[in-house]
Protein backbone atom coordinates (compact mmCIF):
# COMPACT_ATOMS: atom_id res chain seq x y z
CA UNK A 1 0.00 0.00 0.00
CA UNK A 2 1.35 3.40 -0.60
CA UNK A 3 -0.53 6.91 0.33
CA UNK A 4 0.73 9.94 -2.14
CA UNK A 5 0.21 13.43 -0.75
CA UNK A 6 0.67 16.21 -3.02
CA UNK A 7 1.67 19.78 -2.34
CA UNK A 8 2.98 23.06 -3.91
CA UNK A 9 0.24 24.10 -6.08
CA UNK A 10 -0.98 27.38 -6.78
CA UNK A 11 -1.84 30.44 -8.59
CA UNK A 12 0.98 32.04 -10.33
CA UNK A 13 1.23 34.24 -13.80
CA UNK A 14 2.09 33.29 -16.79
CA UNK A 15 6.26 32.85 -17.49
CA UNK A 16 6.40 31.79 -13.71
CA UNK A 17 7.58 28.42 -11.97
CA UNK A 18 6.31 26.42 -9.55
CA UNK A 19 7.48 23.05 -7.99
CA UNK A 20 5.34 20.18 -6.83
CA UNK A 21 5.97 17.28 -4.57
CA UNK A 22 4.54 14.38 -4.33
CA UNK A 23 5.13 12.29 -0.46
CA UNK A 24 4.95 9.13 -0.65
CA UNK A 25 4.62 6.80 2.39
CA UNK A 26 5.89 2.84 2.73
CA UNK A 27 9.12 1.14 2.17
CA UNK A 28 8.79 -0.26 -1.19
CA UNK A 29 8.92 3.73 -2.63
CA UNK A 30 11.80 2.89 -5.09
CA UNK A 31 10.05 0.04 -6.66
CA UNK A 32 7.18 2.21 -7.99
CA UNK A 33 7.20 4.35 -10.91
CA UNK A 34 5.73 7.65 -10.21
CA UNK A 35 3.92 9.55 -12.39
CA UNK A 36 2.36 13.05 -12.82
CA UNK A 37 -0.88 13.80 -14.58
CA UNK A 38 -3.73 16.93 -14.51
CA UNK A 39 -6.67 17.09 -15.28
CA UNK A 40 -8.59 20.47 -16.34
CA UNK A 41 -12.49 21.41 -15.98
CA UNK A 42 -14.34 19.82 -18.65
CA UNK A 43 -11.72 17.43 -19.80
CA UNK A 44 -10.19 13.60 -19.28
CA UNK A 45 -6.85 13.01 -17.33
CA UNK A 46 -3.84 13.33 -19.17
CA UNK A 47 -0.47 12.05 -18.75
CA UNK A 48 2.34 15.07 -17.83
CA UNK A 49 5.67 13.27 -16.85
CA UNK A 50 6.39 9.85 -15.65
CA UNK A 51 10.02 8.93 -13.59
CA UNK A 52 10.90 4.93 -13.72
CA UNK A 53 11.85 3.23 -10.65
CA UNK A 54 15.40 2.99 -9.99
CA UNK A 55 17.57 0.77 -11.58
CA UNK A 56 20.98 0.42 -11.00
CA UNK A 57 21.15 4.64 -10.29
CA UNK A 58 19.85 5.02 -14.12
CA UNK A 59 17.36 7.91 -14.28
CA UNK A 60 15.01 7.25 -16.77
CA UNK A 61 11.77 10.06 -17.43
CA UNK A 62 9.06 10.61 -20.11
CA UNK A 63 7.16 13.58 -21.02
CA UNK A 64 4.11 14.58 -22.57
CA UNK A 65 5.29 16.20 -25.80
CA UNK A 66 3.67 20.16 -24.90
CA UNK A 67 5.38 20.08 -21.54
CA UNK A 68 8.92 18.61 -22.74
CA UNK A 69 11.56 21.40 -22.33
CA UNK A 70 9.52 23.39 -19.73
CA UNK A 71 8.46 20.98 -17.09
CA UNK A 72 11.10 18.19 -14.95
CA UNK A 73 10.00 15.31 -13.35
CA UNK A 74 12.53 13.91 -9.90
CA UNK A 75 12.50 11.77 -7.53
CA UNK A 76 14.17 11.39 -3.97
CA UNK A 77 14.14 7.99 -2.88
CA UNK A 78 15.98 8.72 0.15
CA UNK A 79 12.82 11.11 0.87
CA UNK A 80 10.21 9.07 -0.85
CA UNK A 81 9.10 12.45 -2.77
CA UNK A 82 8.53 12.82 -6.23
CA UNK A 83 8.77 16.37 -7.84
CA UNK A 84 7.61 18.34 -10.79
CA UNK A 85 9.51 21.37 -11.46
CA UNK A 86 7.31 23.12 -13.65
CA UNK A 87 9.33 26.26 -15.78
CA UNK A 88 7.42 29.09 -17.98
CA UNK A 89 3.77 28.02 -16.89
CA UNK A 90 1.37 28.52 -19.64
CA UNK A 91 -2.67 29.05 -18.78
CA UNK A 92 -2.85 25.81 -20.47
CA UNK A 93 -1.37 24.43 -17.70
CA UNK A 94 -4.18 24.92 -15.40
CA UNK A 95 -5.51 21.90 -13.90
CA UNK A 96 -5.59 19.95 -10.90
CA UNK A 97 -2.18 17.96 -10.91
CA UNK A 98 -2.23 14.50 -9.68
CA UNK A 99 0.94 12.18 -8.65
CA UNK A 100 0.45 8.28 -9.45
CA UNK A 101 2.45 5.14 -8.53
CA UNK A 102 2.36 2.07 -10.81
CA UNK A 103 4.46 -1.04 -11.73
CA UNK A 104 5.03 -0.26 -14.90
CA UNK A 105 6.48 2.97 -16.56
CA UNK A 106 3.77 3.56 -18.61
CA UNK A 107 1.74 6.66 -19.78
CA UNK A 108 -1.63 5.28 -19.27
CA UNK A 109 -3.55 6.56 -16.53
CA UNK A 110 -5.74 3.06 -14.95
CA UNK A 111 -2.13 1.27 -14.98
CA UNK A 112 -1.44 3.49 -11.71
CA UNK A 113 -2.49 1.80 -8.70
CA UNK A 114 -2.26 4.37 -6.19
CA UNK A 115 -3.01 8.22 -6.60
CA UNK A 116 -2.63 11.47 -4.65
CA UNK A 117 -5.86 13.96 -3.61
CA UNK A 118 -4.35 16.55 -6.42
CA UNK A 119 -2.91 19.91 -6.08
CA UNK A 120 -4.53 22.67 -7.66
CA UNK A 121 -1.87 24.87 -10.01
CA UNK A 122 -4.00 27.65 -11.90
CA UNK A 123 -1.92 30.01 -14.60
CA UNK A 124 -3.40 33.34 -15.19
CA UNK A 125 -2.37 35.39 -18.36
Known amino acids: QVQLVESGGGLVQAGDSLRLSCAASGRTFSRYNMGWFRQAPGKEREFVAAVRAASWGVIVTDYEDSVKGRFTISRDNAKNTVYLQMNNLKPEDTAVYYC???????????????WGQGTQVTVSS
Open 100 to 114: AAAEKFIRIASFYDY
